[in-house]
């Protein structure tokens, strides 16, 4: 399976949970109370403490199994950057009982599909196969949960593999190098300030008992959450659920010790040049609360507010900056509710030709302080709702957008409740709301403001 497509940045991060808020928020807005429900899970826990939800579907003989693991690279120590990920890719290798790759090409040999991505705040593994294997794809999964092999002959090639993962993405890539510059200055001292696939020379430095450590300490059942989303129900899962992962001995208890982040008294520029940028572009990320962090009563007007400020076509900023005023080609917001650290509101935008970024800069600048001053309208929040609903009609009949939203939040300490919640929650939001969120974020000294613009000095 190809490296690459497991590994999660956080910029990909913010997307999909963004996606996955919107699509569970159209599934409900404007119902009544009584069609709030979204998921409608059923939950049940291991006596070892591994937390197992069953989202039934059955439009086709087909599941979804997902493993969560409540570790991403915020759970790193310093100077070990990128160890989560690392792990992540030898999972794949094999187990006292399983060759390396065997896991794969049985999932392969059956019609299914598998992959697996690390976060900052979890690493998920996944399957999606007929109903039929769904008890081989658990006592594989089971089974790498505790017997993984991990020999220098297996680390070593897999090392290069990673360090080649990280110069495609990361160090061949301007806008890449830039996003990590800009995580480095808006966290002062969170550990979201590291990039998840990690820093070269730290992925170099890693010895095999460090990754065996990492993977004793964190891998364990009281430590997992299995969602199981498809052709099946709670009462014919546990008896599985029992037999393959209620095998597995419960760890000591594990605690997520995070620090914290200071007050932040200065606004921050990065500026960046660089021989491959074809477009310039501007970008600003202030630190924002999230569903768990910091002033958390203003995350689901957050949520409502970029779909307002920069969720589309009929947007404020791209309705200013692209449609009217034609200084840009592209704009927009987006914003991460569901971080167990302080998540960031960011804005962004690409000039026309012959448009700086100082003046895309000063175009939002004039948006930002207009929603603060003045608010939005009842109208503009109830069109945002609008919108949500439409992205995403089908969501419930998804076999994957339960699992990985459940998954997800139960990862970060959120419950389940929370998520069926949801819909009424954002429903709630007013434009009041959204002013004061607005006004709480929208602050300069707690921001990075970033430039991106072509290296016209060819190197020689």
Do not use: C
């Amino acid at each position: 399976m190809p490296s690459a497509s497991r590994h999660r940045s956080g910029r990909h991060r913010h997307l999909l949970i963004a996606a996955l808020a919107l699509l569970t928020a159209a599934l409900t807005l404007g119902a009544t109370p009584a069609l709030a429900k979204v998921f409608s899970p059923e939950t049940f826990t291991l006596k070892n403490g591994m937390q197992v939800v069953v989202v039934s579907n059955h439009r086709a003989p087909v599941v979804t199994h997902m493993v969560w693991y409540k570790v991403g690279s915020a759970d790193e120590s310093s100077g070990y950057s990128g160890i989560a990920h690392f792990l992540e890719h030898l999972m794949f290798k094999g187990t006292k009982t399983r060759k390396p790759g065997e896991f794969s090409k049985l999932i392969a040999r059956y019609g299914g599909q598998e992959n697996a991505f690390t976060s900052f705040d979890y690493t998920a593994y996944h399957q999606t196969i007929a109903r039929e294997h769904l008890e081989m794809v658990m006592e594989m999964e089971a089974d790498r949960m505790t017997n993984l092999t991990l020999t220098d002959e297996i680390i070593e090639p897999e090392r290069q593999v990673v360090r080649e993962e990280r110069r495609s993405r990361t160090d061949n890539n301007p806008a890449a190098i830039l996003s990590e510059h800009v995580s480095e200055a808006l966290y002062r001292n969170y550990p979201y300030r590291r990039p998840i696939i990690g820093y070269d020379h730290e992925i170099v430095a890693m010895t095999r008992q460090n990754i065996i450590d990492f993977y004793k300490r964190w891998y364990a059942p009281n430590n997992a959450i299995l969602v199981v989303a498809g052709d099946i129900t709670a009462k014919e899962l546990k008896p599985l659920a029992e037999k393959y992962y209620g095998a597995v001995p419960a760890a000591a208890p594990i605690t997520r010790a995070r620090p914290a982040e200071p007050p932040q008294e200065a606004a921050r520029i990065v500026a960046m040049q660089h021989t491959q940028v074809r477009q310039p572009s501007w970008r600003r990320s202030y630190l924002a609360p999230s569903y768990l962090y910091g002033e958390t009563q203003h995350a689901y007007a957050l949520q409502v507010l970029t779909e307002i400020l920069g969720g589309g076509g009929t947007s404020r900023i791209y309705r200013k900056l692209v449609i009217d005023d034609r200084k840009a080609v592209s704009a927009g917001s987006y914003y991460d509710a569901d971080s167990l650290g302080p998540s960031s509101f960011t804005i962004y935008g690409s000039p026309r030709p012959g448009v700086t970024l100082p003046e895309i800069e000063q175009a939002v600048d004039a948006e930002l302080d207009r929603v603060a001053k003045d608010g939005v309208t009842k109208d503009e929040v109830a069109r945002a709702k609008k919108r949500l609903v439409a992205s995403a009609v089908f969501a419930r009949d998804s076999f994957t957008t339960g699992a990985r939203t459940l998954g997800a939040a139960l990862a970060v300490g959120r419950k389940v409740a929370d998520v069926e919640a949801w819909p009424d929650r954002i429903t709630a939001v007013t434009a009041e709301e959204i002013q004061a969120a607005a006004k709480y974020v929208f602050v300069k000294k707690r921001s990075v403001t970033a430039f991106l613009v072509e290296d016209k000095e060819k190197p020689e």
